[in-house]
């Protein structure tokens, strides 16, 4: 890696994010309430090129995504780790029951509780994306990222003590020591660690060797490229 970046996950006060730098295996920790201000921050603060962020980027008009389905499908044991993302219709909705309505209409899928629980922060992030931040920004799905360290995915929850040790492990076996702090008001140990592995594949994506699913990204009308990358 010879520049700096920023992984980026959603918690309970906003977004968390950790920050990778040559040279230094331990990453630093930035907090902030909105994702603008947290890339602001930190791009001012070290001059950041790549951003990953683990939230759906690129979203559909009238079908699923194949990024989504592909995804489910390297994750085998932990398959509903990744939720469909709606259609772009759908996030305009005023409420779940009105989103489901819109996107069975659009694609034939329902909309679940935890998907459209995630509304305002891909609906947050879709109108940074698309506002073109002077910043590389790609998808990343943070158990895709732990799978491709270990060569399978994690099982145990991220939540609990194997979960975390796991994945502490996982991130020491690439050279990402445990960051200072893993918990604070508002994120807690495995918002953090899910920043780690992601801001790990923006790290493979500054230095050329990152991959995405599908190989070619879609677009869909709002241009936006949808692929998560590993």
């Not at 920023?6 to 990453?27: I, N, Q």
Request: overall charge neutral; charged content about 20%.
């Amino acid at each position: 890696m010879t520049v700096p970046v920023l992984g980026v996950d959603g918690c309970r006060g906003g977004w968390v994010g950790a920050v990778l730098e040559p040279g230094a295996p331990r990453p630093r920790v930035a907090v902030a309430r909105t994702i603008a201000e947290l890339v602001e921050t930190v791009r001012t603060w070290l001059g950041v090129e790549v951003v990953g962020i683990d939230i759906p980027i690129g979203l559909p008009d009238n079908t699923l995504r194949q990024a989504d389905g592909l995804a489910r499908k390297a994750l085998p044991g932990k398959a509903s780790s990744v939720f469909s993302t709606l259609t772009r219709a759908a996030y305009s909705a005023s409420d779940r029951a009105a989103a489901d309505t819109v996107n069975r209409s659009r694609c034939g899928q329902g909309v679940g509780a935890q998907a459209f629980a995630l509304r305002d922060k891909i609906v947050e992030v879709d109108a940074w994306v698309r506002s073109r931040p002077t910043v590389t920004v790609i998808e990343v799905h943070p158990e895709l990222s732990f799978a491709a360290i270990v060569g399978s995915p994690i099982l145990p929850s991220k939540k609990s003590d194997a979960g975390r040790s796991a994945r502490l492990e996982a991130l020491r076996g690439v050279g990402i020591a445990s960051p200072s702090i893993l918990s604070g008001a508002g994120y807690g140990a495995d918002d953090v660690l899910d920043a780690c592995a992601v801001a790990w594949t923006a790290a493979r994506h500054a230095n050329g060797v990152a991959t995405s699913l599908p190989a070619d990204a879609e677009r869909f009308s709002d241009g936006i490229p949808a692929a998560i990358w590993t």
